[in-house]
């Protein structure tokens, strides 16, 4: 009667911390005690099966050491009977199968000598889970102990384990909203003080077409060369449409990697592939009632560029590994710095993907096209950036202005940022506390468009028999360019992104330089 009232009392505080939110080790820590109040045992662990190995989550009387420990299955042959005994595995006192824990006992030096050992593996949904084991040195500690015993304290376990991964799918559901939530939180914070500035007829044209376009909810296409600002105007259109308080969710498709693509677009469920250790909710799920900003949509597999035309026409997503869809309310805005127009003749792109996309089309002019914007861009970039370089009041020379001016700005607003912020660390290096002034020399430009091109610096004079600044800038160019193709194995396209520039300008440029 005793002994069923201390096992009933086992049982009991084993079924409360079922339903406690316990952290995983705690959990297994506490089953593990209660279970030696009713089987006495000098040793025993909880082990999880991971890749072909037990790694040990939770042990009673095993030396510190044991639980960094990773047992290969095949290489202990003691786990792997437990592992593939439906019933308990109990081993014989004597037998000549190695101990994995030999030497890990806390009451033994050295290797274990006779002694009862037995184990059970736990099943979760249908799948072996990992294995309980119980050690003892006295040979026939376990005689008494009914198998119906060690089973229930195995069902118990095994329902800890289930319980622990549920917690551990939830925990990592909320992280990843809390991701979102950081990423959007930083999104805010990097684009709050970015607008689209300039006052020419070109970004002006471009403002109506977001004030047009931004209450309905047809898909948008921005296109435009890199770095003219496609972003804002996806963010511009996001801000003033009617789903303003949801999220906007950013995915650059030229990052995805081809065997991942499918999963983050329309997420995946646990197990559907080797690493898919939980549910993943995709980019349309995350999107749902908010938009969809595909960034550098040409670069979409034509195998995804199905799958996506699909989601769009249905609105029904399809996790990998699923057999079920469910209906999403998204906004797809998208844009490229492709001509998808060619790439759709050229069989890159699919046609009805490229109408489905481009109901309302909106390009983004190029800065060399936004005549008088330079100076006012220039002003605003010196602004805000001054405070994070710790300047104030800093102009620029009507030398350094005419410079920005005449430069061809292939990388556009992007790359006039870049070169303002050199700039700005050049003023800082003098470290004068007045006349903070960007002059000509300050600015490091790369006319790729034209080398011959240079404009002059405000007061810099040419000394007689040194190379003339052209003639620096040329071969300054060849060999960056040279480097650049080096390091991405001579591909063209990644050289350029790198760069900040056109394919098909780089391609000119290095035409222009003699190296083509």
């Known amino acids: 009667m005793i002994a069923t009232q201390k096992t009933l009392a086992a049982l009991f505080d084993v079924a409360v911390d079922l339903a406690a939110s316990l952290p995983t080790v705690e959990r297994f820590e506490r089953l593990l005690s209660a279970t030696s109040r009713v ?19 939770a042990a009673r009387g095993l030396k510190r050491e044991a639980m ?21 595995t109990r081993f014989d006192a004597d037998s000549k199968l190695p101990d994995p824990y030999d030497g890990m006992l806390d009451s ?32 026939n500690a376990f005689d008494d ?52 500035v300039g006052e020419s007829g070109a970004i002006c044209a471009v403002r109506q077409e977001i004030d047009l376009v931004a209450g309905s909810d047809l898909p948008v296409l921005i296109t435009g060369e890199t770095g003219v600002g496609k972003e804002l105007v996806a963010r511009a259109i996001h801000a003033n449409s009617k789903r303003s308080g949801q999220s906007i969710v950013y995915l650059n498709c030229a990052t995805l990697p081809d065997n991942l693509a499918e999963s983050e677009l329309f997420g995946h469920r ?20 908010g938009t969809l900003f595909l960034d550098e949509v040409g670069e979409l597999p034509l195998g995804l560029q199905a799958k996506l035309l699909r989601v769009l026409q249905s ?22 710095n492709r001509d998808l127009k060619t790439e759709v ?14 109901v309302f089309p909106i390009p983004v002019p190029p800065l060399r096209d936004r005549t008088g914007d330079i100076p006012v861009l220039a002003g605003y970039f010196i602004e805000s950036l001054s405070m994070k370089f710790g300047l104030r009041g800093v102009t620029i020379s009507p030398g350094a202005l005419r410079a920005l001016e005449s430069h061809n700005w292939l990388g556009n607003v992007r790359e006039l940022e870049h070169v303002i912020s050199r700039a700005l660390l050049r003023v800082k290096a003098r470290n004068q506390k007045s006349a903070n002034s960007i002059r000509a020399n300050d600015l490091d430009i790369l006319d790729f468009a034209q080398p011959d091109a240079v404009p002059e610096a405000d007061d810099v004079p040419r000394a007689t028999g040194l190379p003339s600044l052209s003639e620096m800038v040329h071969a300054y160019q060849v060999r960056l360019i040279s480097e650049r193709l080096s390091l991405y194995d001579n591909n063209w396209s990644r050289a350029a992104d790198s760069l900040g520039v056109n394919r098909g300008n780089l391609h000119r440029l290095a035409k222009r330089l003699g190296m083509k």
């Open 108 to 139: 033994v030096q050295g290797d274990l000598p006779v002694h009862a050992c037995m184990g059970a593996r736990l099943v979760v949904q249908g799948k072996v889970w990992g294995a309980i084991t119980l050690d003892d040195l006295r040979s």
């Open 39 to 57: 089987i006495p045992c000098g040793a025993a662990a909880i082990l999880k099966l991971e890749d072909g190995s037990l790694r040990p989550l």
């Open 270 to 289: 646990k197990g559907s592939f080797t690493g898919a250790n939980s549910d993943y909710r995709g980019k349309f799920e995350l999107a749902d009632k």
């Open 345 to 358: 003749l050229e069989g890159r792109f699919r046609r009805d993907l490229f109408h489905r996309l481009s």
């Open 68 to 88: 960094g420990r990773r047992f290969q299955v095949r290489a202990h042959p003691r786990f792997e009977r437990i592992l593939e005994n439906e019933c308990i």
């Open 145 to 196: 102990i009914s198998d119906e015993l060690v089973q229930a304290f195995s069902a118990f376990a095994a329902a800890a384990a289930s319980s622990a991964d549920y917690i551990a799918v939830l925990e990592s559901s909320a992280r990843r909203e809390h991701e979102l939530n950081r990423n959007l939180i930083d999104q805010v914070l990097r684009h709050s003080d970015q607008e689209m």
């Open 315 to 336: 609105g029904e997503v399809q996790p990998v590994g699923s057999e079920t869809t469910f209906h999403v309310d998204v906004r797809v805005v998208a844009a490229t």
